[in-house]
């Protein structure tokens, strides 16, 4: 099986928030330069990649036994095995969170374990994972 690679999906609100911020930090360091303040740049510097590493590199890549995730600096992997359901559009989620979107899926995995992420092509997304594992559950 080959990989599939998801990019997130992207909401209003991810937009406003991390477009806001690299702005903020923008500003923040003209006038760091303005004012010759320049030893704030380098907490600048990282505040706007991080913020752009996340912002371009949000994805998910299914692979024959995993789910990796990508949001910027964090990553990890999820036993496609171990997936016990899969719930749709589940705003109220809260845990981890590698998603650009508020519009997603919360995976159940293991025994205890959540995550929340907003693969672009969803209904795609899953069904690959359910050819993997059959006994993956989905709910609205």
Same mark, same amino acid.
């Given at each position: 099986?080959?990989?599939?690679? $998801?990019?997130?999906?992207?909401?209003?609100?991810?937009? +406003?928030? !991390?477009? =806001?911020? &690299?702005?903020? /930090?923008?500003?923040? =360091?003209? +006038?760091?330069?303005?004012?010759?303040? !320049? &030893? #704030? +740049?380098? #907490?600048?510097?990282?505040v706007i990649m991080l913020s752009l590493w996340a912002w371009f590199g949000t994805s998910y890549i299914i692979e024959e036994t995993h789910i990796k *995730? $990508?949001?910027?600096? $964090?990553?990890?992997? &999820?036993?496609?095995?171990?997936? !016990?359901?899969?719930?749709?559009?589940?705003?109220? *989620?809260?845990?981890?969170?590698?998603?650009?979107?508020?519009?997603? +899926? =919360?995976?159940? *995995?293991?025994? /205890?374990?959540?995550?929340? &992420?907003?693969? %672009?092509? %969803? %209904?795609? $997304?899953?069904? !690959?994972?359910?050819?993997?594992?059959?006994?993956?559950? #989905?709910?609205?």
């Open positions: 099986m080959s990989k599939n690679t $998801f990019k997130s999906k992207k909401d209003r609100t991810a937009t +406003l928030a !991390i477009w =806001g911020e &690299i702005l903020f /930090f923008t500003s923040l =360091g003209i +006038l760091a330069i303005i004012g010759k303040c !320049i &030893i #704030v +740049l380098p #907490v600048v510097a990282v *995730y $990508f949001c910027g600096p $964090f990553r990890g992997r &999820i036993l496609i095995n171990a997936i !016990i359901k899969i719930k749709k559009h589940d705003s109220s *989620y809260a845990g981890i969170r590698p998603a650009l979107s508020g519009d997603g +899926l =919360g995976i159940s *995995y293991s025994r /205890f374990d959540k995550i929340w &992420i907003s693969p %672009e092509r %969803e %209904e795609e $997304f899953i069904s !690959i994972l359910q050819k993997i594992n059959p006994n993956i559950e #989905v709910y609205e």
